[in-house]
């Protein structure tokens, strides 16, 4: 009888079993990784949720409320998301020292670790604004031309053409933005601190914002000079024609006193 002769492998047969080994190992991967990892993020979450719970009730229940319901000094914090908590405390505006027609400015006294969990827990209370990323605020490649015309229409009635600032009704003020950070501007035009309005997304799209920021760092940039000499502010014309009126016009009136005072003397004599 003859031998049946053994079946030979195919030489690609090897490959073949690798490729399929490699595919279900990636497939293994791909279950499982994204879950640790979501797991991973979501407890880190928790964490920063726990611990901005005890920041908050140290330095804030006291005016807006144990659970951010707020109270008769201090108004709710439910919705107003991580965007306005890293603003007013970003900006040394919250804790408030003492209450008034407005929360200025001062020295931050947290961390921006502490800041950001103090933020996760505010976010946890309802949803509202979110802290932009260093990608949404780079102004970098904006139209500052566009900007600036954004600006003029939206932003310069209280925070004049250049954005220093101007005086608003009882007691309220809109405050100077030179060397304010991208971030803060950013989220300010989100969350509308104080008694200016807010602009979402949906009413003024993030590469509009982007643009508005270029322009503000571009008019108080180091590089920016202003043709007429002294700026006054940037207030335009009429506070330049007030102080041309004041000093301009009382020189020229003590001037024709000497000269008067000089003739007098000279007839005399």
């Not at 003492?98 to 929360?103: L, N, R, S, T």
């Not at 979110?130 to 904006?142: E, F, N, R, S, W």
Request: aromatic share 6%; with cysteine; glycine share 14%.
């Amino acid at each position: 009888m003859k031998k049946l002769s053994a079946r030979r492998r195919h030489p690609l047969a090897a490959v073949v079993v690798l490729l399929l080994a490699l595919a279900a190992t990636g497939g293994l991967y791909a279950a499982f990784a994204p879950a640790g990892k979501a797991q991973a993020d979501e407890t880190a979450q928790s964490l920063a949720i726990d611990e901005g719970k005890k920041l908050y009730t140290v330095g804030c229940a006291s005016c807006h409320g144990t659970g951010g319901q707020g109270t008769t000094d201090g108004p709710s914090l439910v919705g107003v998301g991580s965007a306005a908590v890293d603003f007013q405390v970003g900006t040394g505006r919250m804790p408030a020292q003492q209450p008034g027609a407005q929360v200025p400015k001062k020295p931050v006294i947290y961390t921006q670790a502490e800041i950001d969990q103090l933020a996760a827990y505010v976010a946890s209370l309802g949803a509202g604004p979110i802290t932009p990323t260093d990608k949404q605020v780079d102004p970098a490649g904006a139209d500052v031309a566009k900007g600036g015309e954004l600006f003029r229409n939206n932003c310069a009635q209280c925070h004049n053409f250049t954005g220093k600032g101007g005086a608003l009704t009882k007691g309220k003020y809109a405050p100077d933005l030179e060397g304010v950070s991208p971030k803060h501007i950013y989220e300010a035009m989100q969350t509308g601190p104080q008694s200016m309005p807010s602009f979402p997304d949906t009413t003024m799209p993030e590469q509009e914002k982007k643009d508005i920021i270029a322009y503000i760092q571009t008019v108080n940039g180091s590089e920016s000079a202003s043709p007429g000499g002294l700026s006054l502010g940037g207030l335009g014309p009429v506070s330049e024609g007030l102080f041309a009126w004041i000093f301009g016009l009382g020189a020229l009136v003590a001037v024709a006193i000497w000269v008067a005072a000089h003739t007098a003397k000279a007839k005399k004599s």
